[in-house]
């Protein structure tokens, strides 16, 4: 098992378990909007895409003045109107911290906006665990290899030495893209087989099951 220098985590659906929460919210934005409203099912197939980009599939348009309405609508949504909890996946704070004592170099790569980050990263305090991150608004959504190439330049760690873990087939073409290894994880939005067409390192069901992945010595 390679000894991986640089770990890029995705952040809803493999840190945080937000993906309720987004499905809630998108489907208040449609009710507001006044369009029909998306199954979970619908939704959960474009978690991971940037919002913007995201809405314009999910609702099939390319209006962008319907586009910008259910874009305010689902930030007003997410940050006023729903309570679905988001809490970090069990062993999530287990895994950074180790991780860190091991000098790991650890990033994010978002389809979530910057201030949607920072404030996930304020309200579970781990912020500090990461070297650097990518968002939807610093760089191309996902699946462009554009975040995961940026956090390379910038961490001048190479390729080869990093892995990409997401839950979504998005995060597997990103890295599959540019030759990186990748990890999937099956208890978020995309289903094992879709994972699997990727070639993943391996697919893990829990979070602690990373941990003799990322950490094989």
Known sequence: MKDYQLIIFDWDGTLMDSAAKIVSCMQLAAQQCDVPVPDAQAVGNIIGISLRPAIQILFDTQDEQLTDALFEGYKAAYLEKDITPCPLFEGTLELLTTLRQRDKTLAVATGKARRGLDRAWKNTQTGHFFT????????????????????????????????????????????????????????????????????????????????????PR
């Open 132 to 215: 650097t991150s990518r968002t939807a608004c610093e760089a191309a959504s996902k699946p462009s290899s554009d975040m995961l190439e940026q956090i390379l330049s910038e961490t001048g760690i190479s390729a080869c030495d990093a892995i990409m873990i997401g839950d979504t087939v998005f995060d597997m073409q990103m890295a599959e893209q540019i030759g990186m290894d990748r990890l999937a994880v099956s208890y978020g939005v995309h289903d094992s087989d879709r994972l699997a067409a990727h070639n993943p390192v391996a697919i893990v069901n829990t979070v602690s099951e990373m941990r003799p992945i990322l950490l």
